[in-house]
């Protein structure tokens, strides 16, 4: 069975860096696309960025400025790290496992990141 | 940018069908996505490739796609069902992921 298991610090003072790691137990690292996905308290699901084994990225063109997603394959993991952290940022943040033509099957806990001085 | 329009709510009594959509530019040449998010919970999903179920997902879901709208039909609804639905989808040139704003499903 696959599972996603999400860390990092949830609690970020304005213009720090948010640091969040997925890491993926169970399942071909390979075959799939690695995605991180936020959703601010009450609002939908926004799409940030998405990393493949080999480490090709794409990134939403609203937050392409601040984010980076690496991957380390050794360890079958991957990485959000966003800079410039405002009180705007102040969301769930979920990594998930996205298959080519069958969506996101996987998702991790999520991760509440809030940003306050 | 490009973006994903869904009604923000609709409401359905138990037993009958509800219906959400989705409307995008790009949607008759990208497939299209269902998920399901409970309060807490992370996201579901529930159609793949506009039509497909995934296995565990029950029968009274489907999907259909008709030029630039697709929709999500929960048949002989339950109230398990309620929950909040988005739809995903891509750009035309499948450079980057879009989702609607979500549908909050209400069983009356």
């Known amino acids: 069975q696959v599972q996603l298991q999400q860390w990092g610090a949830g609690l970020l003072k304005p213009s720090e860096t948010l640091s969040l790691t997925c890491g993926v137990y169970?399942?071909?690292?390979?075959?799939?696309?690695w995605s991180w996905i936020r959703q601010p308290p009450g609002k939908g699901l926004e799409w940030i960025g998405e990393?493949?084994?080999?480490?090709?990225?794409t990134y939403n063109p609203s937050l392409k400025s601040r984010v980076t997603i690496s991957v380390d394959t050794s360890r079958t993991q991957f990485s959000l790290n966003l800079t410039s952290m405002t009180a705007a940022d102040t969301a769930v943040y979920y990594c998930?496992?996205?298959?080519?033509?069958?969506?996101?099957?996987?998702w991790g806990q999520g991760t509440l990141v809030t940003v306050s001085s | 940018s490009y973006e994903l329009t869904q009604p923000p709510s609709v409401s359905v009594s138990p037993g009958h069908t509800a219906r959400i959509t989705c409307s995008g530019d790009?949607?008759?040449?990208?497939?299209a996505y269902w998920y399901q998010q409970k309060p807490g919970q992370a996201p579901v999903l529930v159609i793949y490739?506009?039509?497909e179920r995934p296995s565990g997902i029950p029968e009274r879901f489907s999907g259909s796609s008709s030029g630039t709208t697709v929709t999500l039909t929960i048949s002989g609804v339950q109230a398990e069902d309620e929950a909040d639905y988005y739809c995903?989808?891509?750009?035309?040139?499948?450079?980057?992921?879009?989702f609607g704003g979500g549908t909050k499903l209400t069983v009356l």
């Open positions: 998930a496992r996205f298959a080519h033509d069958y969506g996101g099957d996987f």
């Open positions: 169970g399942g071909s690292f390979s075959a799939y696309y």
């Open positions: 990393i493949n084994h080999s480490g090709s990225t």
């Open positions: 790009a949607l008759p040449k990208q497939y």
């Open positions: 490739k506009d039509s």
């Open positions: 995903q989808s891509g750009d035309s040139s499948s450079t980057y992921m879009v």
